[in-house]
């Protein structure tokens, strides 16, 4: 089993910056594809950006592309969410998910990808 725990949500005024993280402890976290989802109340469960193993390949929902940054440290089992300009349409709980999945096997932005998962984190912003 992989335990996730996310921190850093909050408020946040709109054109303001968050940075999320999500702590991995329980199994080899430089193995594990890493993505970040969001669900709005009363709204599907959606991606927001994932990262590859090594780091070297990063993937964005269009509305994030520009604005939100994904990165890790293997080092500290650690995965990040830099958001910056943020809007109301941001405010969400943000989950954090390990895919142990590889190559071809891994759609960053799918939830089926993801074999485990964080509690989440509320984010809400301010207009």
């Known amino acids: 089993q992989m335990q996730l725990v996310e921190s850093g949500g909050g408020l946040a005024q709109a054109g303001g910056s968050l940075r999320l993280s999500c702590a991995a402890s329980?199994?080899?976290?430089?193995?594990?594809?890493m993505g970040w989802f969001r669900q709005a109340p009363g709204t599907e469960r959606e991606f927001v950006a994932a990262?590859?193993?090594?780091?070297?390949?990063?993937y964005y929902k269009d509305s994030a592309r520009g604005r939100f940054t994904i990165s890790r440290d293997n080092a500290k089992n650690t995965v990040y969410l830099q958001m910056n300009s943020l809007t109301p349409e941001d405010t969400a709980v943000y989950y954090c998910?390990?895919?142990?999945?590889?190559?071809?096997?891994?759609?960053?932005?799918?939830?089926?990808?993801?074999?485990?998962w964080g509690q989440g984190t509320q984010v809400t912003v301010s207009s």
């Open positions: 998910a390990a895919s142990g999945r590889s190559g071809s096997g891994w759609y960053p932005s799918s939830e089926i990808s993801y074999d485990y």
């Open positions: 329980g199994r080899t976290f430089s193995s594990y594809a």
């Open positions: 990262i590859s193993w090594s780091g070297g390949r990063t």
